[in-house]
């Protein structure tokens, strides 16, 4: 039977169309769509015969893992491929090979690769050895899942009990979007839809400042991690508690980026620093690996008057944020994600990502703030894990992604960038900027 002839295994939600829409704006700048990685730095090498068993075991419990993303008329499906494709990968490096930069061009080559949508894997694990250093990547495509869904995948592997395995499932129940949805009354429904729309309608009266270097053709994604001491990572924690309360850290970290990339270039043209950042509905002991995106976007923004000053910056985004709360507007999204689901791509990118009053890209860069990483153990089948990091394919503009996550107590930073709209070299200074900022108290 044919592809065209079988019926499908599931159909996206809302929230997975959102991310399928980046994966396609991505995709018209001749990029490889929206593929993600979630590293893994090992002390040594693990027991592979072990790890490729539990990888098998976990495509047998989550068959999605193999399934093909296509498009039936406006609509898209994942469907069940005729042949399976090969879920755990090894790369082995050469000998007398720089094993850093062996292991770098290998994530960025697998974060690189171009394929056709329909036949490109939606997860796979890939094994990079050298004789001194061990990096275990899983690579997968939006809308298969999302960080909080790797990560839970990561989860499932380290578990060793076979019974506690098995806790792990797809959501009971429909998608997230559709249950809030569903506990609102229509008129409240149309209310939420134009709360969400004016809430756009005056983020868009600034202009956002947009630092790459836009007369550039983008050619591939790069990235430069780092890793904080302890110490650090306590100081920048009692300093976030300080700036903006305890549940406001990823504030703190868009707020001293924000700082760190006016001090590289205060005459950049533009009126405002505008990031999205991700709510998440998703229950936070759900262990539901898969279809998880159940996000949306909301927006940080400070206008370029106010960054000189560093608790005006914090109290701006701070106010910002508690009024997002205080009107629903996180709710308010829902209506507009689940009625966006039905236009096209094409024209759901351009409301996603254009300014209605410039016609200019809205986001000056894009966050995403893991958070603490929750794993049920710190090893891997005999092997411990030192260090994990995330990255993320982006559009160009803004060309700049920044991730977070606190693995053992120490902070990791990530900047994912499109070359050659920035440089290794302009990252390296941002991110001097960025410790400076993340470090004053």
């Known amino acids: 039977m044919s592809s065209t002839q079988k019926e499908p295994l599931l159909a996206l939600n809302p929230a997975d169309y959102l991310t399928l829409t980046m994966d396609e704006e991505?995709?018209?700048?001749?990029?490889?769509?929206?593929?993600c990685g979630y590293a893994l730095e090992l002390e040594k090498t693990p027991d592979i015969h072990a790890l490729n068993k539990r990888i098998l075991e976990f495509g047998e419990r989550f068959p999605l893992a193999y399934a093909s993303l296509q498009q039936r008329s406006k609509r898209f499906f994942w469907f069940e491929r005729e042949y399976k494709h090969q879920l755990f990968i090894q790369h082995h490096a050469p000998s007398n090979v720089n094993e850093s930069a062996f292991h770098h061009t290998t994530i960025t080559r697998l974060l690189n690769h171009k394929e056709p949508r329909a036949t490109l894997a939606p997860i796979s694990f890939h094994l990079i050895q050298s004789d001194h250093?061990?990096?275990?990547?899983?690579?997968?495509?939006?809308?298969?899942?999302?960080?909080?869904?790797?990560?839970?995948?990561?989860?499932?592997?380290?578990?060793?009990?076979?019974?506690?395995?098995?806790?792990?499932?797809?959501?009971?129940?429909?998608?997230?979007?559709?249950?809030?949805?569903?506990?609102?009354?229509?008129?409240?429904?149309?209310?939420?839809?134009?709360?969400?729309?004016?809430?756009?309608?005056?983020?868009?009266?600034?202009?956002?400042?947009i630092h790459a270097d836009t007369s550039l053709?983008?050619?591939?994604?790069?990235?430069?991690?780092?890793?904080?001491?302890?110490?650090?990572?306590?100081?920048?924690?009692?300093?976030?508690?300080?700036?903006?309360?305890?549940?406001?850290?990823?504030?703190?970290?868009?707020?001293?980026?924000?700082?760190?990339?006016?001090?590289?270039?205060?005459?950049?043209?533009?009126?405002?620093?505008?990031?999205p950042y991700a709510f998440n509905l998703r229950k936070n002991k759900a262990l539901s690996p898969l279809l998880g995106n159940h996000v949306g976007a909301l927006f940080a923004q400070a206008p370029k008057a106010i960054l000189h000053?560093?608790?005006?910056?914090?109290?701006?985004?701070?106010?910002?944020?508690?009024?997002?709360?205080?009107?629903?507007?996180?709710?308010?999204?829902?209506?507009?994600?689940?009625?966006?689901?039905?236009?096209?791509?094409?024209?759901?990118?351009?409301?996603?990502?254009?300014?209605?009053?410039?016609?200019?890209?809205?986001?000056?860069?894009?966050?995403?703030?893991?958070?603490?990483?929750?794993?049920?153990?710190?090893?891997?089948?005999?092997?411990?894990?030192t260090q994990v990091f995330h990255l993320c394919q982006i559009t160009s503009p803004p060309?700049?992604?920044?991730l977070s996550c606190q693995f053992n107590d120490r902070l990791t930073l990530s900047y994912n960038f499109i070359e050659p709209l920035f440089t290794p070299q302009w990252i390296q200074q941002l991110h001097e900027q960025v410790l400076v900022e993340l470090l004053t108290p």
């Open 133 to 209: 250093k061990t990096t275990l990547l899983l690579r997968w495509m939006h809308p298969f899942c999302d960080a909080k869904g790797t990560g839970l995948i990561l989860q499932y592997l380290c578990t060793d009990s076979a019974e506690q395995r098995r806790t792990f499932d797809f959501p009971k129940q429909a998608s997230l979007v559709n249950q809030q949805l569903g506990k609102y009354k229509w008129w409240q429904k149309i209310r939420f839809f134009f709360n969400a729309k004016r809430y756009i309608t005056q983020l868009d009266k600034l202009q956002s400042i």
């Open 217 to 275: 053709t983008p050619k591939a994604l790069n990235f430069n991690t780092y890793t904080l001491t302890q110490a650090q990572t306590q100081t920048i924690n009692k300093l976030s508690r300080q700036q903006v309360g305890m549940t406001g850290t990823s504030l703190y970290y868009i707020g001293c980026l924000m700082r760190a990339l006016h001090k590289m270039n205060p005459e950049q043209t533009g009126d405002a620093y505008c990031t």
């Open 309 to 385: 000053d560093r608790d005006a910056l914090f109290q701006h985004l701070k106010q910002q944020h508690v009024q997002v709360i205080r009107e629903k507007l996180d709710y308010a999204f829902l209506p507009v994600m689940w009625a966006a689901s039905w236009l096209s791509l094409q024209r759901h990118g351009q409301e996603l990502r254009k300014s209605y009053a410039s016609g200019t890209e809205r986001s000056s860069f894009w966050f995403s703030d893991i958070g603490q990483v929750d794993l049920s153990t710190t090893s891997l089948f005999g092997s411990k894990i």
């Open 399 to 402: 060309a700049l992604a920044f």
């Open 26 to 35: 991505i995709r018209q700048e001749n990029m490889p769509g929206s593929l």
